[in-house]
């Protein structure tokens, strides 16, 4: 993989992680609190945060082996 895909794959994985982090701590004005009991109504985007964040993850996985591999050849 080039060198400019590896670094757009770290630099999606990071825009996602911060996305990922709004959408998981976002809380409606509108509604009260008071309850933790439905959690899907205080947090509703937690679980679009979460595919965010498992998408950044992966992304981040294959840009780090790719790297690791292009770097223990030049060793080579």
Do not use: W
Request: glycine content about 6%; aromatic content about 14%; hydrophobic content about 45%.
């Amino acid at each position: 993989m080039q060198f400019k895909r590896e670094v757009g794959l770290l630099t999606l994985a990071i825009a996602l992680f911060a996305v990922g982090t709004f959408f998981y701590t976002y809380q409606p004005s509108s509604i009260e609190a008071t309850s933790i009991v439905n959690q899907s109504i205080i947090y509703p985007y937690k679980g679009l945060a979460l595919s965010f964040v498992g998408i950044g993850f992966i992304s981040m996985i294959i840009a780090s082996i790719s790297y690791t591999k292009k770097t223990k050849n030049l060793l080579s």
